[in-house]
């Protein structure tokens, strides 16, 4: 499994904006601080408003803030936010049935290790 830019450049952000909770930071503080294009941070901080991680406001004073305390938005739900479900075996051919697959089993308990892992990782735990 490979995470996109999507999840590496999401989870800077809103690392960076946990960081200065429960203060607003503006988008272009940090698209700077974290050398992410703006305009790409903008499409990001989108998905993540959508999925209740972030609240934007708007006006002179404006920018985003965490939409939850950082102990209660874990790395797990960030990642399926900008990356969709986890998925970490897909078969590659129609003719394959998981009841006769020998190694499905391996992948099967490698994902939930995994989804286990990355949810039990908050944003607190990154910040301290």
């Known amino acids: 499994m490979r995470f996109s830019t999507k999840a590496e450049y999401g989870l800077r952000a809103i690392i960076n904006l946990a960081d200065a909770y429960p203060e607003i ?5 940090v698209s700077g601080e974290e050398k992410i294009s703006f305009k790409y ?6 998905y993540m408003r959508k999925k209740n991680l ?35 075996m897909k078969c590659e ?9 020998r190694s499905k089993k391996v992948w099967v308990a490698l994902g939930i290790q995994i ?10 735990d990154l910040i301290k």
């Open 93 to 101: 051919s129609s003719h394959c049935t998981s009841k006769n697959c």
């Open 41 to 46: 941070l903008e499409r990001l901080m989108g």
């Open 54 to 88: 972030v609240v934007s406001q708007k006006g002179k004073m404006g920018g985003y803030v965490l939409a939850r305390e950082p102990k209660k938005i874990n790395v797990g739900e960030i990642i399926e936010t900008l990356e969709g479900p986890l998925e970490f």
């Open 25 to 29: 930071k503006s988008l272009s503080d």
């Open 115 to 124: 989804r286990k892992t990355l949810k039990n990782i908050t944003l607190e």
